[in-house]
């Protein structure tokens, strides 16, 4: 399967683009992703540690499921206000 | 969906406008209220001991304005709210202008400084809004 990674703030650019298609293997969480990207991008790492993921707009446990065609949004550290 | 693309759907409490300050004041008086509690966000001339002219703000705008539109709903249920009134700015605010307003108004004071102290911090922690480089005056 297929998920669109989203890299937004921080992160945008950072990750080759800020609209990327990732390849997982069918029932990887969002941990596995996130492992996934820490070994593509070792710059980031500290990062997307402290970062959370949305799926369809709606924050996510790192231990979801993903699926084919989900939109993942990766959302480090906010800071509005 | 970013700080700058293209089109986008209308936003209820996100705007690329100057946000005026005097909004909330200029709300109709509900009778059933007797406490008013208004919180302004205003760029500060200085980041981080650097003057600078302006802050720039990132949204990741479809999840950020429907989860201030559940907080605002969240917070009317717990506080019993009548009228609350919130928008935060993106893009571009130059130091001095409101970044974010929020406006609660409810029976007695407590309810209202806590829904507005309750709403502020929730979209300060969990809101997908994002200070970026601040524009250093020369």
């Not at chain 1, 941990?31 to 980031?44: E, F, G, I, M, S």
């Not at chain 2, 990132?58 to 999840?63: G, I, L």
């Not at chain 2, 102290?117 to 994002?130: Q, Y």
Request: glycine share 8%; proline share 5%.
């Amino acid at each position: 399967m297929t998920v669109k990674v989203l890299c937004l703030a921080q992160l945008r650019g950072r990750i080759g683009g800020s609209e990327t298609a990732v390849p997982l293997p069918n029932g990887a969480t969002g941990r596995d992703l996130l492992r996934l990207l820490k070994n593509r991008h070792p710059q980031v790492e500290p990062l997307l540690e402290v970062s959370r993921l949305a799926v369809n707009c709606e924050y996510v446990p790192a231990d979801a499921e993903l699926h084919d065609g989900d939109e993942v949004v990766i959302i480090p550290p906010v800071s509005g206000g | 969906m970013s700080g700058e693309s293209g089109s986008r759907l209308t936003m209820d409490y996100l705007t690329r406008d100057r946000i005026d300050r005097f909004a909330w004041q200029q709300q109709a008086v509900d009778l059933r209220d007797g406490a008013s509690v208004e919180f302004l966000g205003i760029v500060r001339g200085t980041e981080a001991d650097h003057p600078i002219a302006a802050l720039r703000y990132e949204a990741y705008e479809p999840m950020a304005d429907r989860m201030i539109g559940r907080l605002i709903e969240e917070a009317k249920a717990r506080w019993g709210l009548h009228q609350v009134l919130v928008r935060h700015r993106v893009g571009t605010v130059p130091v001095g202008e409101v970044a974010v307003l929020i406006g609660v108004a409810a029976a007695h004071r407590e309810q209202a400084f806590e829904a507005c102290r309750f709403l502020i911090e929730a979209i300060k922690r969990d809101v997908p809004i994002w200070k970026t480089n601040g524009h250093r005056t020369r």
